[in-house]
Structures are given as C-alpha cells and as structure tokens.
C-alpha cells in the first residue's frame, strides 16, 4: 500500500512556506517563497490574495516535484496564516481589493475611536484590545472607501481565500476558522460567533461576514481546474486552517493548561495556555486567541523589539571599538550572549526598554527605546545583559497580568521556538526571571507541521491532536530549571521594569504632543 502524506502551508507576511510530512510527522520536504509587500504611498501597506494563491502553488509544487511522491499520495492539505490583516472577495470570490496588511496603519482614525467610545466592551467580548485588525480595517474601508465596499460580498482571511480559490467556492461558502476571531474586533469570542452587539454598534452587515468553522472543517477538495497549478491529484482534502500563532502552539504542543510558549524571534511573542477565557480589560496588553484544542486558549502578547533589538545592538554596539570595527567570530551572537553571561543578573543597576518602534501590548506607539541607570563601570556586555534581560522582563510583565486574571494557573513548563532558543544562556535568563523551567523544541519548522496536523484531522488520520501534538513536540537536551537565587533577585527588578514602562509611557506621550 503506498504511503500516505500531508502537507502543511504557511501563508506568512514575507514569504509562503509548504511542508510535506509522512502520516506519522517525518519531514518529506520543504520549499519556500517571497510574498511581495507594495507600499503604493506612505503609511499603506498592501498585500494581493492571488501573490498567496501563485506562491502557495508553487511551494507545494515544489514539495511534491522534491519528494518524488504520486501526487494522489497526498490525502490533505491545510494552511495558517498571518492573522490580523484582512481580505476581500466579490460574490464569485474574485478580490475585491487588494489585502489590507497588518502593518498597514490607515485605521489608525478608527481604532482611536473604537478604543474610546467602546474599547472595554471589543476588549471583554473579542479577548483583544481595540488595534490595527479586522474591525477597524472594515470600519475604515465602509468610511473611506464606500465603493469598494459595496463589492465585497465576503472579507477573509487568506488562509480561506487561497483554500476557497482551491476548491471552487462562492463568496457564500467564504469561512474564517475560529483561531482568528479575536483578531475581528467584531465577535463573542467565548460562544464562537459574531457578535450582534458589536457589528450594530460598528454598523457592519453580518452577511459580509464568513462563516465561523472548526480549523479541521473540511471547505472542500481540490478541483480539477486548480489541481495542476499545485501538482496536486483533483480531490485531495482541503482542511480551514488556522491563524499562524496557533499552529505554532499546536505544533510545539501547547495543549495543557499551565504550559508557556515563547516564540523568540524578530518579534518576541508570549503566550501562555489556559482553560479559561480571559479578557485583559484593566490592561488591554494580553490578546486572548483561542487554541486549536477545544476548551483551550492562549492569552498572549508580543514585543516588536525582541530578537531584532538584539541584532539592532549588535550591529550598532557590540562589534566596534572606539568607532572600528573589529575582528570578531563570525557568530557575533554566540559571542555577545557569551559576554553577557559573565554579568550578574540585574546588570548591575542598568535596564533597557525594548521598544525601539513603539509598545505594541499595550498599544502605545509613542514609546522609543531607553537605557536607564548606567555609569562609568559599565560594560559593552552590561549592555548586552540588559537587552536579554529586558525581553525577560516584557513577558514576566504580561505573566503577571496573566496570574493576576487566572490567580490559580499553576505554570509547569516553557517551550521556546525561533532563533533564540538556539541559545541556552537566553533561556537561562529566562527561566530564572520568570521561575518556570525552559524547553527548547527540537526541529525548526512548528506552523507548517501545525497545520499538517489538522490536515490529518480534516482526513480522518488523526482522532486527538492533543495527543498527537503532545507527542511529537520533542524537547531538545535537558530542560533549563530556574536558579533559585537569581529568580529572588530577579523578582523586585521585575517591578521596578514595570513601574519603569510605566513612567516611560507618560514621558514619550509627553514628548509626542511637542513634535511638529
């Protein structure tokens, strides 16, 4: 009998990735593409549903071409995909714009006035603070561009639009799987469904909403017209998908209340697993996304300037010497971390703010960067320290919201995925600022296996991916366990970087409403 497979794709912001995977999660093969971003003026940021389709297309192509498989060996496929920008389709699911980034800050008018005259209620109803996602990016095309809006029978996401263009379907059939609905500024995230409320409030039409479905519904099978472009046998399965924080957490097998998973990459993300919905109300720094697994969720948050605030010092500081650079290995970060470990914890009194473009959780654009408390005696390394440690800090700030919310989630363990996991002085940092034990993953690739695993679902493949994710999220070496005196001391810094923002956040305010 011939070996069956499943292919995960990842629709992501610069680039689609496709992964084929044996039944039983071995990795087959692997292709990835650029996805063009258009900036048409300033502050507009674009993307086109049919660059997802030709992208996706080709990766899976390549996959199929790569693995020397029979195309009708392939069972099913699903995609994730970036989460907060939204897409258009007209009835015959055709776009009808271009796809509204979620970089893209021509909302900006339309979160304001969201967040003032109904920011509690998005924030207790959706699990998300009013911010740059659906809602306010409807708003501003039923404002501002009135007859685009009137084209558009559906918005979707384009998880939905590059699987509905695969299975033939009509602007009716159009679907959005519910890991992505606290993103849409518009639904009763609790109950899984759009929320009469909101939608009144914002006077969006409900029907120009998608369905809300399971991310293993399956919305159709590839057709014959399509199934060249992908390589694909007429009648492989198409699986919903979901968002791509949530098949990272599927893939790292999150699936247990009282895991932590840490995402150290450009961007940091933090998020935690609950079995409890919580609305960060007070705050409006935690987004509440529901986990693939029913019954679960993960309350989360990021910071713009994680490991790119690393390589910013890097790049700046850390590899010149009274203005030279200077002959150092070629893994500067191997080095500069290395450095770092050699300084006490806490830096000797010197903290930095990593918020070089603005805090994104909560939302306050105005902040910058800061370095407080150094003097003579620090060091280029000092320097490095607190940058690791000020990632630490950000998210023992967002746990601490977390545990104020859920008094009684009892954290047993961290995974951490992305390129900082590589570095087992970071995690160390980590771990003992927040006192939870730290597991880099082994592998490289958790979305596309992520979504792989749902396809298997879709197909009949698998019963329980709890199990199945559980099982295969393998952790790498021996966990890092928190140092009991470090953690002690780590734990009244904590609050002084908390009361540090804090202050921060006025004075950048302050200093915002003195530009021209």
Request: a negative charge; hydrophobic letters at 40%; one cysteine or more.
């Amino acid at each position: 009998m011939a070996m069956k497979y499943l292919l995960g794709v990842d629709l992501g912001t610069s680039s689609t990735k496709s992964a084929l995977y044996t039944t039983d999660g071995k990795l087959v093969a692997e292709s990835t593409v650029e996805v063009p971003i258009y900036y048409p003026t300033p502050g507009v940021v674009e993307q086109d549903n049919d660059d997802f389709y030709q992208t996706a297309a080709v990766t899976v192509r390549n996959c199929i071409e790569e693995s020397g498989i029979e195309p009708k060996q392939v069972i099913a496929l699903a995609f994730d995909s970036q989460m907060a920008g939204i897409g258009t389709v007209d009835e015959d699911f055709n776009p009808a714009s271009r796809f509204d980034s979620w970089l893209d800050m021509r909302c900006q008018p339309q979160i304001e006035y969201i967040e003032k005259n109904y920011g509690d209620l998005v924030t207790s109803l959706t699990g998300c603070p009013p911010t740059c996602d659906h809602g306010p990016k409807i708003l501003w095309w039923k404002e501002e561009q009135q007859d685009v809006y009137q084209r558009i029978a559906k918005f979707v996401t384009p998880a939905g639009y590059v699987a509905g263009k695969m299975a033939g379907l009509k602007a009716e059939d159009a679907f959005m799987d519910y890991t992505f609905i606290h993103f849409s500024g518009l639904s009763d995230a609790q109950n899984g469904t759009w929320s009469d409320e909101l939608c009144s409030a914002f006077g969006i039409e409900q029907d120009k909403l998608p369905k809300i479905v399971e991310p293993w519904h399956v919305v159709g099978e590839v057709t014959e017209a399509v199934a060249k472009d992908f390589g694909l046998a007429p009648g492989t399965i198409l699986a919903a998908g979901c968002g791509d924080t949530a098949a990272n957490a599927l893939g790292g097998g999150i699936v247990q209340a009282g895991m932590v998973f840490d995402v150290a990459g450009t961007a940091a993300v933090f998020a935690g697993c609950t079995d409890k919905f919580v609305a960060d109300v007070k705050n409006k720094a935690l987004l509440t996304m529901r986990s693939v697994i029913p019954g679960l969720w993960n309350p989360l948050a990021y910071i713009g300037g994680g490991g790119i605030a690393l390589r910013w010092f890097r790049d700046q500081f850390f590899n010149t010497l009274r203005g030279k650079q200077q002959e150092l290995p070629t893994d500067l970060y191997a080095e500069m971390i290395g450095a770092a470990n050699e300084v006490p914890p806490g830096s000797e009194g010197l903290f930095f703010s990593p918020h070089l473009g603005g805090r994104i959780c909560p939302a306050t654009p105005e902040m910058r960067g800061a370095w407080l408390g150094f003097s003579w005696g620090h060091t280029q390394a000092h320097f490095a320290r607190a940058v690791l440690e000020s990632v630490a800090f950000e998210y023992a700030y967002y746990l601490s919201i977390l545990l104020d919310l859920i008094p009684d989630l009892e954290l047993f363990q961290a995974r951490v995925i992305g390129g900082g996991a590589r570095s087992p002085y970071w995690n160390q940092i980590k771990a003992d600022v927040l006192g939870v034990p730290y597991h880099p993953l082994q592998g490289s690739e958790f979305g596309s296996w992520g979504s792989a695993m749902i396809a298997g679902k879709a197909a009949g493949i698998f019963d329980d991916l709890s199990a199945i994710a559980h099982e295969k999220a393998i952790p790498r070496g021996i966990p890092l366990q928190p140092d009991p005196d470090h953690h002690d001391v780590y734990r009244s810094l904590i609050a002084k970087y908390i009361r540090l923002q804090s202050t921060l956040r006025d004075t950048f305010v302050e200093f915002e409403s003195f530009n021209p």
